[in-house]
């Protein structure tokens, strides 16, 4: 897709926006990322992309397309780039089951973690948090009793179904802390997934960028969830 402009992907060292980039990485689709802090989300520059004043958005030249909420950006990206099918389906079941783990990923792991993230570093409230690890670790057994016999959530390849959930599961031991369940021992079938998954030169890529912009913008403060 070379004759494409780059898609302007507005991030966050939080893990939600960098399952975008694994997007545009996968279906080869050019890209560059500007990253914020937390209190630069709220900033009349970023509001005037997303009055939520959360990540991520894209603006994309080649579409004149500005989009915030990533189900809707994962959406778009499948509609608009993966016409090869590379990690899409276009037949029934596997269309709509690869859709059904999207929202999972966008209304249940992505939101816990958030939860616990926010409970122990932004306002601590041990009660809050204790529910939300509890609740996480049954997104874990969902994952692992789905995985059971498969290398993949969906079908025979890896999909944007797996691709979503792979940048929150990256960070668990940094959000969840002493709390961080012992995954290989306790939920093997996702293990080995994620250890798939980060098999994958896109994966390896896109964690890489995403620790570096950590990192960077851990120094200033302000990281937050998002």
């Not at 890209?31 to 914020?36: A, G, L, Q, S």
């Not at 939520?52 to 397309?65: F, H, K, W, Y």
Request: charged letters at 25%.
């Amino acid at each position: 897709m070379s004759s494409l402009q780059p898609i302007l992907v507005h991030g966050h060292p939080g893990p939600n926006s960098w399952k975008i980039n694994l997007f545009l990485e996968e279906l080869n689709v050019p890209y560059t990322t500007k990253v914020y802090t937390t209190p630069e989300l709220k900033q009349p520059d970023f509001l005037a992309l997303n009055r939520n004043g959360m990540s991520p958005v894209i603006e994309d030249p080649n579409t004149n397309l500005v989009l915030a909420e990533s189900g809707a950006i994962m959406d778009y990206l499948l509609d608009q780039y993966d016409t090869e099918k590379r990690i899409s389906y276009t037949k029934i079941p596997e269309k709509y089951q690869m859709k059904q783990w999207l929202q999972f990923q966008t209304t249940t792991q992505g939101p816990v973690l958030q939860h616990i993230f926010h409970f122990t570093l932004l306002e601590p409230n041990p009660a809050a948090r204790a529910v939300a690890v509890k609740d996480f670790r049954r997104v874990l057994q969902v994952l692992n009793d789905e995985l059971d016999g498969k290398k993949w959530l969906v079908g025979d390849k890896c999909s944007a179904a797996d691709l979503s959930f792979v940048a929150f599961h990256s960070r668990l031991e940094f959000i969840m802390r002493d709390d961080a369940p012992k995954v290989e021992a306790e939920f093997p079938n996702v293990d080995a997934w994620y250890k798939r998954m980060t098999e994958r030169a896109a994966v390896q890529k896109v964690l890489g960028d995403h620790m570096a912009a950590f990192n960077e913008i851990f120094s200033k403060g302000n990281v937050g969830p998002k």
